[in-house]
């Protein structure tokens, strides 16, 4: 076991408040408020190259996923910035977390601000408040027979990784997918009353799919042939290695659900994928039959 | 300007909400919700050799002495903890983690876990989520003839940072003071209708008094020889010197507030030591008269 996982079970036996979800869930629930914290280190979650501004934006927006996939409105972000004394970079921070709030239509409420000791990696961690209308749908909800859909397109950011540490060249829509991904707030909203189970697509389609699938007590079948990917990403190749590719890379913010009935149109493009089936584990398909997992099912810190 | 002050003004500029108080007060407001984030980082705000429980214990303290201050009950909170894999540490940091819960009685309700980078300080922020039945007083409230008290006692956290360093010899009681303060939540729900302006003390007296009476803008007299101290802490000296050192010791975890009336009586001890006047700036007296200000008011991280 990882030194998260460790360290996760040991919180389980502290969080027994039922807003706590178990912990098994990316928010926890207060009332008609839900309630997401996630970290972003240097090293880590970032590299020191990357710029500033691109820094903000993923911290905000990797938060404002979450509450997307339990189709919470923002109300407001509270941000935990760990600095180096570098000034210049510093202030393009600041301008990256104003253009992210503006574009995502959420305010800044408060937060802290330190210096981390020298020849530390800048360390952040946001808190992101959402309200609902509804009960915020969970990961555990989906039941054998229900179909399993995605929101968005799977494998652009990956590819953009790859263009950003100089991998590969690709255009700039790429770029923009790995570097401003734009949490699918709208879709999330209108689906969340049609959904049985739904969570953000963070650290690749196949391992999420998975973890929906186990805390559903379900297994899960995917038809890779069916994953929506952009005209961008389908440039560099749609076989089945390109799309086991896209499938297993993170980053990419789309929602995947499950529904019993079919969801309603939204603005983002919504793709059936496969099904929830009995059982347990990841199954893959595609035109030429069973596909083989690969042996990196998603991004894994550790 | 400090780094942190820095920031501060460019945030204050994307901070424009209501909510969020223009970053002066130490908490957020959201409805009926105050919420409040702190970061604590190893080597700057606690010591690698510190026991993991007690940096468990004050990573929750001194969020809920925010909300104490504010007036707000804790309904929960949300812990980003950046460890390292050292897994026995890691265990013992739950585990203090449960003591502080079930000590301060708010649920841990969610957050999340990274491994920091090889050789990088632990690094932890924790969101804090009180209800306030009423507007929660502001440090800026505060008027000209508005009487000054602290709830609590000043200085025995300074005495247990230098026990616990090994600078002196004392009694468990002022290095549990350091290691384990207590916020003052039900002294602060009761006092918070009766206030014109309250801040919790974590930097020590003098200069948190400073900032209040700044925030208001308007001056500070304080009556050095009025401050409330402990008998563990004057078996050290409570002569001026000995004064002086308290009222800019940090940790203490008081509250301070200014009323234009008398205060209800509340469980914990409440002295009056000073009073709001026109102008501005600190002003120090005690029986022999005008004390000159130390030249450091209390403790600044950098």
Redesign the interface.
């Known amino acids: 076991m990882?030194?998260?996982n460790?360290?996760?079970v040991?919180?389980r036996?502290?969080?027994?408040?039922s807003?706590?979800?178990g912990?098994m869930d990316d928010?926890?629930v207060?009332g008609d408020?839900v309630?997401?914290?996630?970290?972003i280190?240097?090293?880590?979650?970032f590299l020191p190259e990357d710029r500033p501004a691109d820094v903000a934006w993923k911290l905000v927006a990797v938060n404002l996923s979450d509450l997307a996939a339990k189709g919470a409105a923002p109300?407001?972000i509270?941000?935990?910035?760990?600095?180096t004394?570098d000034?210049a970079w510093?202030?393009a921070f600041?301008?990256g977390?104003?253009e992210a709030?503006r574009a995502m239509g959420v305010?800044?409420?408060?937060?802290?601000?330190?210096?981390?000791?020298d020849g530390?990696?800048r360390?952040f961690?946001l808190?992101a408040?959402g309200r609902v209308t509804a009960a915020p749908p969970s990961r555990i909800g989906a039941a054998p027979g229900d179909v399993l859909y995605v929101v968005g397109v799977i494998g652009d950011a990956g590819l953009g990784l790859e263009i950003a540490t100089g991998k590969r060249q690709g255009p700039e829509a790429l770029l923009n997918a790995y570097h401003r991904p734009m949490p699918l707030l709208e879709s999330g909203r209108l689906l969340a009353g049609h959904v049985t189970a739904m969570m953000d697509v963070s650290d690749g389609l196949l391992i999420d799919a998975q973890r929906l699938a186990d805390a559903s007590g379900a297994g899960v079948l995917i038809d890779l042939d069916a994953m929506p990917m952009s005209a961008e990403a389908m440039a560099f190749g749609s076989d089945r290695a390109a799309r086991l590719r896209a499938a297993s890379a993170g980053d990419d913010y789309a929602l995947l659900f499950t529904a019993s009935l079919p969801p309603p149109q939204v603005a983002d493009r919504v793709t059936r994928i496969g099904q929830i089936v009995r059982g347990s584990g990841l199954q893959l398909v595609d035109a030429d039959g069973s596909v083989p997992l690969p042996e990196k099912l998603g991004w894994l810190?550790?």
Chains 1, 2 share one sequence.
């Open positions: 990882s030194v998260e460790d360290f996760l040991g919180l036996r502290i969080a027994t408040d807003g706590a979800r912990l928010v926890a207060l408020l309630l997401t914290h996630d970290m280190v240097e090293g880590v979650h109300v407001g509270l941000a935990g910035t760990g600095l004394r000034a510093n202030a600041v301008d977390l104003g709030t305010p800044l409420l408060g937060g802290d601000t330190v210096v981390m000791p530390a990696p360390t961690g808190t408040i810190h550790n």
